[in-house]
């Protein structure tokens, strides 16, 4: 049984940081990439970055790019978002996910390549 867990999130300030884990367990984690979405009340889920299997390339949407980083560490089937110079705008229920594939698709952001999907951990970011 896929199990995919985050934790992490919590409160933060304007210009703050946060560093959100996704722990895997059943599945075979260096196989696969990996990717971290959020979805604001009353908005679509939107995908924030997303990882290969390797590790070796990463993506970011634009509204993130210079702030957030996206990294994995194989050995512990665990996946990170470091989170810096946060905004209100990334108030959102983070989830991380996992793809059906080795390689991040161009359509990653999407989502519909992911398979496996973690409960999700609030962040929330004031002014």
């Known amino acids: 049984q896929v199990q995919l867990v985050e934790s992490g999130g919590g409160s933060a300030q304007a210009g703050g940081s946060l560093r959100l884990s996704c722990t895997a367990s059943?599945?075979?984690?260096?196989?696969?990439?990996m990717g971290w979405f959020r979805q604001a009340p009353g908005k679509e889920r939107e995908g924030v970055s997303c990882i290969r299997a390797s590790g070796g390339r990463t993506y970011q949407i634009d509204s993130v790019k210079g702030r957030f980083t996206i990294s994995r560490d194989n050995a512990k089937n665990t996946l990170y978002l470091q989170m810096n110079s946060l905004k209100p705008e990334d108030t959102a229920m983070y989830y991380c996910a996992s793809a059906r594939s080795y390689y991040c698709l161009n359509s990653w952001p999407l989502g519909a390549d992911f398979g496996y999907w973690g409960q999700g951990t609030q962040v929330t970011v004031s002014s």
């Open positions: 059943g599945l075979a984690f260096d196989e696969y990439a």
